[in-house]
T-cell receptor, first 114, second 112 residues
Framework: NAGVTQTPKFRVLKTGQSMTLLCAQDMNHEYMYWYRQDPGMGLRLIHYSVGEGTTAKGEVPDGYNVSRLKKQNFLLGLESAAPSQTSVYFC?????????????FGSGTRLTVV | GNSVTQMEGPVTLSEEAFLTINCTYTATGYPSLFWYVQYPGEGLQLLLKATKADDKGSNKGFEATYRKETTSFHLEKGSVQVSDSAVYFCALSAKGAQKLVFGQGTRLTINP
């Protein structure tokens, strides 16, 4: 049982380059989320999805796009990377409503934009 | 809106000391409450949870009791170990919610 898998684990980008981060879950969860975590700061929600084909903005959506074409996958795209997007990115998933089980998190993607 | 406030860190203790990390919340109704732990270089893991008032969540020697009268969910451990060094996050979920609300995290360092 893999849980939530994020790829890649590490990446260095040059300013202006694009990339896609992949999150895959094998728990049949309805909800999926992308967060970023910066040094000395907590988690900030970028985008989330409450089901296949749906997405919604979180607290800090600018500069990112997402897609949920399949229930098990949630992709986070950076169209034109900026140094301010240097961060650790976490994907999470949950069942319908978060009140009973909370989230299951992936192990993170450490992204550096130079 | 719903919010979670944790005690500010960092917190540094000696091995075998007693640990308390304070967490208070603001929410309508009676939310579910969670503690997550993040070890260095890893993602967050669920440590314990409580889904109704007066419930006590426990795991790995950690405990937290859901106190609706003080809107609190303080994390405690009687004797900490070096391996408990991590960042701890308190979180809540309103009934029927789509998202968790997280506190800002508390970094804990245990010295041998």
């Amino acid at each position: 049982n893999a849980g939530v898998t994020q790829t890649p684990k590490f990446r260095v980008l040059k300013t202006g380059q694009s990339m896609t981060l992949l999150c895959a879950q094998d728990m049949n969860h309805e909800y999926m989320y992308w967060y970023r975590q910066d040094p000395g700061m907590g988690l900030r929600l970028i985008h989330y999805s409450v089901g296949e084909g749906t997405t919604a903005k979180g607290e800090v959506p600018d500069g990112y796009n997402v897609s949920r074409l399949k229930k098990q996958n949630f992709l986070l795209g950076l169209e034109s990377a900026a140094p301010s997007q240097t961060s650790v990115y976490f994907c999470a998933s949950s069942y319908h409503s978060t009140e009973n089980y909370g989230y299951t998190f992936g192990s993170g993607t450490r992204l550096t934009v130079v | 809106g719903n919010s979670v406030t944790q005690m500010e860190g960092p917190v540094t203790l000696s091995e075998e000391a007693f640990l308390t990390i304070n967490c208070t919340y603001t929410a309508t109704g009676y939310p579910s409450l969670f503690w997550y732990v993040q070890y260095p270089g890893e993602g967050l893991q669920l440590l314990l949870k409580a889904t109704k008032a007066d419930d006590k969540g426990s795991n790995k020697g950690f405990e937290a009791t859901y106190r609706k009268e003080t809107t609190s969910f303080h994390l405690e451990k009687g004797s900490v170990q070096v391996s408990d060094s991590a960042v701890y996050f308190c979180a809540l979920s309103a009934k029927g919610a789509q998202k968790l609300v997280f506190g800002q995290g508390t970094r804990l360092t245990i010295n041998p």
